[in-house]
């Protein structure tokens, strides 16, 4: 099989946006406001906070980790199911669906804390700047979007206001979904093999069921006799 794969990227390297400044002179650390809702994302990379890191991030971010773990749920299933189980071990190896039960990894925030290392993070602390808001809408569905400029970079966070009014980090999402697209291609190959392998499976079925029924006439015939 020509599985599609690469090995689960451990380290989302767009979290590293941050390590060129610091807060410290940013006040506010109410998160229904976008500065402060910034200033704790910023915090929470700066402590190693996981789980505050994945609070901090949009609906849609997190909606990317719910899918990647149906995928591997689902690729766990089809190896179960299709491969001879010799080859369990090395297909989930391969796929990276053995941080199932390895890691006991049963939701998206689960998920998200074994790729992230926060370990590979440097924030610099040799300066203090700030952020200011250089753009605010709101998009089609509703939702108010304000683009947050660091003083000092001129890096950009994209900051949505959500339904509980607190505000999270949307800039991430293409970075997420490069990151955990190898799993959707590994499901993808998995399912034409799996498919390739029901058709072959259909066939022999239909080939064994007509085996009986011939044997069954012969059976009939010669009774009669």
Known sequence: MNMLYKPLIAIFSALLLASTFSCNTIRSTNPETPVGAYTLFIEALKNKNTAEIWNGIDASSKILFRDA???LIRMDRIIETYFDPVEHKYMRERTGTHILKEHDITTPAQLFEFLYQPDALVIRKD?????????DIVDANNKRIVTLVTKASGQQFVMMQESDSVWRNAGLRNVFQACLSPIAQSEAAMREYAKGNFDAEIERRREVIAYFRVQEEVIKQSAQK
């Open 69 to 71: 773990l149906a995928s």
């Open 127 to 135: 300066e203090e700047v700030g952020a200011e808001i250089s753009d």
